[in-house]
């Protein structure tokens, strides 16, 4: 990997680095909490807060990371101290020059996506980055990378503070130094003459004494001492005068009749101007000692929480657990006996689950009703009760065991789920219960009730998945579950059926292979139908069965997290039903329309006569009927022409033809036709960006763009502005239209390029329109080989869109050359006229060494193989044009009159099978597939 280039100041910027006082610094929870939600933000394995020292690139905190720190030369971080980016994003190390050859890419932890911003000192110097990476390229949404960067600034801040403090550390001390005789932190100084008298005091031995400071002054040390004491304070006294020097340890009385313990090294300071006096420097370690007594009960409650929440995770069976969890009690809690009752909520009674101790022990599954005894009457408060046990104490169902065997004392406390009894804790015990135990004894309550729960919502969950595995089986619609690679795990009956197959067979094979050229969800077309929020426009495609045809299919993919990753989850639904009643539709639509396009034209020519006044003047009333009759058989006869041409369209005799044309003349044209609706409604059109050149009709692509105008003009508020403009895009060119109107519900968007769909039912009422007008627009557009649609991340407005290939520049203009092999005159007859038709230019051939000549010296786009001819078949000859690195890109369509593609085929899933008998739409629709296939 090639090193960033070093910013200047290097030598200012690591003292910065220096003063920081960071590097080499064990983790702290500050830095690692904001490289963990630096991952989480983003979505990565790996995050690191890196600082670059002068040779390394030292990581203070790291996440999915093994490494320490790394060379400075080999660190992805070196970018921070070069150029003028705050952040930098690498969606794919393996394709930036930078990054190829860093041996974090090349090997572990196999960095294929990076992303990091600068963390700087308030005087501007790079610190470090934070950065993020993973395993698998990809990209960051605007929001995620402004999260990033601010997560960067909170470090820079982090580390600011984290200096500022260990500058006030060093303050402190020298603040100390000159102030030690006064005050000192939570030390005892003060001062006593050689009588004792206390001369000064700090804050710290006032409060351990418990008085004021200014009553303590001139009192004697001995006042604070137990009598059987002062002989030793005595002693101490001549040691200091004799010596200079004393230390040791001493019992106080302070005010409050507290018995204090000090700690003591005294040291007697003898000025030049002054009488001797005796510094006293003493610590109250009467906590401390306390704690050490305390500390062997914290340790053993320490043990009885883990061996409760051990017990608990435990997979055995309830009654194994609660014994478990009664044994801790025994062993940590000093209980003679303890046990663990659930209640049964049929019989309203507690049954004992689980007992431990020394006494007689009841037999397990024990009865006892709510209300009886110390036990039933927890359960029928729900509160815990603390009773010390005399000489009669508890009287069981076994006689007065507890007495007999020395216990002086019962706590109870109820296993409450969502404040609803489900159980009871109980514990007998010989000696007196410590506040530490009774609250050991609630938190254990607690946790066997939540263990409780989750046993059972375990259950739950199984009998759950259950169902719904059943519900699954039982569905009318495919499913498929798939993972990122496209490899089937699971399937339903319905989703067997539909290709032919059974479930144990779909599991393991490729999605692929089911759905020929769908691809994967990292590549292909199921990649790119696949939205930024997960889920996949319904997309038809064709099925493969297991005898080898195909069937059409509605495919949605959507994505869902597991424990393993993430998985996607397809459903499929037959197709052949909607197509055969789309097809019956249109056939009844072109019908009628033609049937009534005679009578109703015949019908607008006499209202135009009469308007004309061909027979005399009409009055006033006359003439407003005649008029809305007019503009009705007008408005009647546009949708009829409309349902005409969509007919045309979907059945492919629609006539489309191709030329290279400037899309800055389509957007002028169709400008101009609006115009006359855009002024009334005081609608300003604008052309934006208009770069671009296709091959298309002029005059269809002209009504594409009238259609999305019109529509945006309509619903766009007065003195608003509609923008046009047209971009390349790759091997595409995109017009866009966008307007100020009140935009498309979500839910309508896959629905408007329907026929006769509009977004609210008024609108055919309100605006006017047949509703066919964005349908009519889709047909042109896939006509072309194109795409069209509605952008999803507008704020207001809307911005349809629609996409076709661009004319390659800079090479003569001609139509796209097919070779097409076929022995039957006939089909070859048919095959030239369609090609012609639909935009290219077709080579006849007869033999596949016609037609292999014919690729190698005519610069063919694709070419159209008869699978089965006299000699040499179409996948032979497919086999040796795949073999020719100078004909890779040419694309196929092969012909069979099998209802299915070969098995020889499979070695060939780039080409498209169309199975005869097809007609001139299925034809052109492969060879437009066969073609984007193709391009190198």
Same mark, same amino acid.
């Given at each position: 990997?090639?090193?960033?280039?070093?910013?200047?100041?290097?030598?200012?910027?690591?003292?910065?680095?220096?003063?920081?006082?960071?590097?080499?610094?064990?983790?702290?929870?500050?830095?690692?909490?904001?490289?963990?939600?630096?991952?989480?933000?983003?979505?990565?394995?790996?995050?690191?807060?890196?600082?670059?020292?002068?040779?390394?690139?030292?990581?203070?905190?790291?996440?999915?990371?093994?490494?320490?720190?790394?060379?400075?030369?080999?660190?992805?971080?070196?970018?921070?101290?070069?150029?003028?980016?705050?952040?930098?994003?690498?969606?794919?190390?393996?394709?930036?020059?930078?990054?190829?050859?860093?041996?974090?890419?090349?090997?572990?932890?196999?960095?294929?996506?990076?992303?990091?911003?600068?963390?700087?000192?308030?005087?501007?110097?790079?610190?470090?980055?934070?950065?993020?990476?993973?395993?698998?390229?990809?990209?960051?949404?605007?929001?995620?990378?402004?999260?990033?960067?601010?997560?960067?600034?909170?470090?820079?801040?982090?580390?600011?503070?984290?200096?500022?403090?260990?500058?006030?550390?060093?303050?402190?001390?020298?603040?100390?130094?000159?102030?030690?005789?006064?005050?000192?932190?939570?030390?005892?100084?003060?001062?006593?003459?050689?009588?004792?008298?206390?001369?000064?005091?700090?804050?710290?031995?006032?409060?351990?004494?418990?008085?004021?400071?200014?009553?303590?002054?001139?009192?004697?040390?001995?006042?604070?001492?137990?009598?059987?004491?002062?002989?030793?304070?005595?002693?101490?006294?001549?040691?200091?005068?004799?010596?200079?020097?004393?230390?040791?340890?001493?019992?106080?009385?302070?005010?409050?009749?507290?018995?204090?313990?000090?700690?003591?090294?005294?040291?007697?300071?003898?000025?030049?101007?002054?009488?001797?006096?005796?510094?006293?420097?003493?610590?109250?370690?009467?906590?401390?000692?306390?704690?050490?007594?305390?500390?062997?009960?914290?340790?053993?409650?320490?043990?009885?929480?883990?061996?409760?929440?051990?017990?608990?995770?435990?997979?055995?069976?309830?009654?194994?657990?609660?014994?478990?969890?009664?044994?801790?009690?025994?062993?940590?809690?000093?209980?003679?006996?303890?046990?663990?009752?659930?209640?049964?909520?049929?019989?309203?009674?507690?049954?004992?689950?689980?007992?431990?101790?020394?006494?007689?022990?009841?037999?397990?599954?024990?009865?006892?009703?709510?209300?009886?005894?110390?036990?039933?009457?927890?359960?029928?408060?729900?509160?815990?009760?603390?009773?010390?046990?005399?000489?009669?104490?508890?009287?069981?169902?076994?006689?007065?065991?507890?007495?007999?065997?020395?216990?002086?004392?019962?706590?109870?406390?109820?296993?409450?789920?969502?404040?609803?009894?489900?159980?009871?804790?109980?514990?007998?015990?010989?000696?007196?219960?410590?506040?530490?135990?009774?609250?050991?004894?609630?938190?254990?309550?607690?946790?066997?009730?939540?263990?409780?729960?989750?046993?059972?919502?375990?259950?739950?969950?199984?009998?759950?998945?259950?169902?719904?595995?059943?519900?699954?089986?039982?569905?009318?619609?495919?499913?498929?579950?798939?993972?990122?690679?496209?490899?089937?795990?699971?399937?339903?009956?319905?989703?067997?059926?539909?290709?032919?197959?059974?479930?144990?067979?779909?599991?393991?094979?490729?999605?692929? +292979?089911? *759905?020929?050229?769908?691809? =994967?969800?990292? $590549? #292909?077309? !199921?990649?790119?139908? &696949?939205? @930024?929020?997960?889920?996949?426009?319904?997309?038809?495609?064709?099925?493969?069965?297991?005898?080898?045809?195909?069937?059409?299919?509605?495919?949605?993919?959507?994505?869902?997290?597991?424990?393993?990753?993430?998985?996607?989850?397809?459903?499929?639904?037959?197709?052949?039903?909607?197509?055969?009643?789309?097809?019956?539709?249109?056939?009844?639509?072109?019908?009628?329309? +033609?049937? *009534?396009?005679?009578?109703? =034209?015949?019908? $607008? #020519?006499? !209202?135009?006569?009469? &308007?004309? @006044?061909?027979?005399?003047?009409?009055?006033?009333?006359?003439?407003?009927?005649?008029?809305?009759?007019?503009?009705?058989?007008?408005?009647?006869?546009?949708?009829?022409?409309?349902?005409?041409?969509?007919?045309?369209?979907?059945?492919?005799?629609?006539?489309?033809?191709?030329?290279?044309?400037?899309?800055?003349?389509?957007?002028?044209?169709?400008?101009?036709?609006?115009?006359?609706?855009?002024?009334?409604?005081?609608?300003?059109?604008?052309?934006?960006?208009?770069?671009?050149?296709?091959?298309?009709?002029?005059?269809?692509?002209?009504?594409?763009?009238?259609?999305?105008?019109?529509?945006?003009?309509?619903?766009?508020?007065?003195?608003?502005?509609?923008?046009?403009?047209?971009?390349?895009?790759?091997?595409?060119?995109?017009?866009?239209?966008?307007?100020?109107?009140?935009?498309?519900?979500?839910?309508?968007?896959?629905?408007?390029?329907?026929?006769?769909?509009?977004?609210?039912?008024?609108?055919?009422?309100?605006?006017?329109?047949?509703?066919?007008?964005?349908?009519?627009?889709?047909?042109?557009?896939?006509?072309?080989?194109?795409?069209?649609?509605?952008?999803?991340?507008?704020?207001?407005?809307?911005?349809?869109?629609?996409?076709?290939?661009?004319?390659?520049?800079?090479?003569?203009?001609?139509?796209?050359?097919?070779?097409?092999?076929?022995?039957?005159?006939?089909?070859?007859?048919?095959?030239?006229?369609?090609?012609?038709?639909?935009?290219?230019?077709?080579?006849?051939?007869?033999?596949?060494?016609?037609?292999?000549?014919?690729?190698?010296?005519?610069?063919?786009?694709?070419?159209?193989?008869?699978?089965?001819?006299?000699?040499?078949?179409?996948?032979?000859?497919?086999?040796?044009?795949?073999?020719?690195?100078?004909?890779?890109?040419?694309?196929?369509?092969?012909?069979?009159?099998?209802?299915?593609?070969?098995?020889?085929?499979?070695?060939?899933?780039?080409?498209?099978?169309?199975?005869?008998?097809?007609?001139?739409?299925?034809?052109?629709?492969?060879?437009?597939?066969?073609?984007?296939?193709?391009?190198?």
């Amino acid at each position: 990997m090639r090193p960033g280039h070093l910013a200047g100041e290097e030598a200012a910027r690591l003292r910065a680095l220096r003063e920081t006082a960071l590097l080499d610094t064990p983790p702290e929870p500050e830095f690692d909490d904001l490289a963990r939600l630096a991952a989480q933000l983003t979505g990565t394995s790996m995050a690191l807060i890196t600082l670059i020292d002068s040779e390394r690139s030292w990581f203070k905190a790291r996440i999915g990371f093994s490494a320490t720190e790394a060379p400075r030369d080999e660190s992805f971080c070196g970018w921070a101290l070069s150029g003028e980016a705050a952040f930098l994003e690498i969606q794919d190390t393996r394709a930036d020059g930078r990054f190829a050859e860093s041996p974090m890419v090349l090997g572990p932890p196999h960095v294929r996506f990076y992303a990091g911003a600068r963390i700087t000192s308030p005087a501007g110097f790079v610190l470090g980055a934070l950065c993020v990476l993973d395993g698998a390229p990809r990209s960051l949404t605007p929001e995620v990378r402004d999260g990033l960067i601010v997560l960067a600034r909170q470090v820079s801040r982090e580390i600011e503070l984290r200096r500022r403090l260990v500058e006030l550390e060093k303050r402190k001390e020298q603040l100390a130094a000159y102030e030690s005789i006064v005050e000192t932190g939570q030390g005892l100084i003060f001062t006593h003459d050689l009588e004792g008298r206390v001369l000064t005091l700090n804050a710290a031995t006032a409060d351990s004494l418990g008085i004021p400071r200014q009553h303590a002054v001139g009192r004697s040390i001995f006042e604070f001492l137990d009598a059987d004491r002062r002989p030793a304070a005595q002693a101490y006294l001549e040691q200091v005068r004799t010596t200079s020097f004393a230390q040791g340890q001493v019992r106080v009385r302070a005010q409050r009749g507290e018995e204090r313990t000090w700690v003591y090294r005294n040291t007697l300071y003898e000025p030049n101007d002054g009488p001797p006096v005796v510094i006293v420097h003493a610590h109250d370690i009467t906590e401390r000692k306390r704690a050490e007594s305390s500390l062997a009960e914290r340790v053993r409650l320490a043990q009885f929480t883990a061996d409760v929440a051990t017990s608990l995770s435990s997979k055995e069976p309830i009654e194994a657990i609660a014994t478990m969890c009664a044994e801790a009690v025994v062993a940590y809690l000093w209980g003679s006996f303890a046990t663990v009752w659930l209640l049964d909520g049929e019989t309203h009674e507690l049954v004992l689950v689980g007992s431990a101790g020394q006494s007689r022990v009841p037999e397990p599954r024990s009865r006892i009703r709510v209300g009886q005894f110390f036990t039933g009457r927890v359960a029928e408060s729900g509160r815990s009760l603390v009773v010390p046990l005399g000489e009669e104490g508890e009287r069981p169902v076994d006689g007065s065991w507890a007495s007999a065997a020395g216990m002086t004392a019962f706590a109870g406390f109820p296993l409450l789920l969502s404040g609803r009894v489900v159980g009871v804790l109980g514990m007998y015990s010989g000696r007196p219960l410590s506040v530490a135990t009774l609250d050991a004894l609630a938190q254990a309550a607690q946790h066997i009730a939540l263990g409780l729960d989750r046993r059972r919502s375990l259950e739950s969950l199984a009998e759950n998945e259950a169902r719904t595995r059943a519900l699954i089986d039982r569905m009318r619609v495919g499913l498929v579950v798939f993972d990122v690679e496209g490899i089937v795990e699971s399937a339903n009956p319905a989703a067997a059926l539909l290709f032919g197959s059974t479930v144990d067979a779909l599991r393991g094979r490729p999605l692929e +292979h089911y *759905l020929p050229g769908v691809g =994967t969800p990292q $590549r #292909g077309l !199921l990649a790119e139908q &696949l939205h @930024g929020d997960g889920h996949s426009r319904a997309l038809e495609w064709k099925g493969r069965r297991g005898n080898g045809t195909f069937g059409p299919l509605d495919v949605s993919a959507h994505p869902f997290p597991t424990v393993h990753g993430l998985r996607y989850a397809a459903i499929l639904q037959d197709a052949s039903r909607r197509h055969e009643l789309d097809r019956l539709k249109r056939e009844f639509v072109a019908a009628v329309s +033609h049937e *009534l396009r005679t009578p109703l =034209t015949s019908v $607008r #020519g006499a !209202l135009r006569l009469l &308007l004309a @006044g061909a027979v005399g003047p009409l009055s006033a009333d006359g003439m407003d009927l005649v008029t809305r009759a007019e503009r009705n058989t007008r408005r009647l006869l546009d949708l009829i022409n409309d349902l005409l041409d969509l007919e045309r369209l979907q059945s492919g005799t629609f006539d489309v033809s191709r030329r290279e044309l400037p899309l800055t003349a389509v957007l002028e044209r169709s400008l101009d036709v609006v115009r006359g609706i855009a002024e009334p409604q005081e609608v300003t059109i604008r052309i934006g960006e208009a770069s671009g050149r296709v091959l298309g009709d002029e005059d269809r692509l002209v009504q594409v763009v009238v259609n999305l105008l019109s529509n945006a003009v309509k619903f766009s508020p007065r003195g608003s502005e509609v923008i046009v403009s047209a971009t390349e895009e790759g091997a595409e060119v995109e017009v866009r239209v966008v307007d100020q109107g009140r935009g498309v519900p979500t839910e309508a968007r896959d629905l408007i390029f329907e026929r006769f769909r509009q977004v609210e039912s008024s609108d055919a009422r309100r605006q006017g329109g047949t509703g066919l007008g964005l349908a009519i627009s889709k047909a042109i557009v896939d006509a072309h080989g194109g795409r069209i649609g509605i952008a999803d991340d507008t704020s207001s407005g809307s911005t349809f869109w629609f996409r076709i290939p661009r004319a390659i520049t800079g090479t003569k203009l001609r139509r796209p050359r097919v070779v097409v092999l076929d022995d039957e005159p006939e089909l070859r007859h048919f095959l030239e006229k369609a090609l012609r038709k639909g935009g290219y230019e077709p080579v006849l051939c007869e033999t596949s060494g016609e037609a292999l000549e014919a690729m190698k010296r005519d610069d063919v786009s694709a070419a159209v193989l008869d699978v089965v001819l006299p000699g040499e078949s179409g996948l032979a000859l497919l086999s040796r044009v795949r073999m020719d690195p100078q004909l890779a890109r040419v694309g196929v369509v092969l012909m069979s009159g099998l209802a299915g593609p070969p098995d020889e085929a499979d070695a060939f899933p780039d080409a498209t099978f169309l199975p005869k008998p097809f007609d001139v739409h299925q034809l052109l629709g492969a060879l437009q597939e066969a073609v984007q296939r193709g391009r190198p």
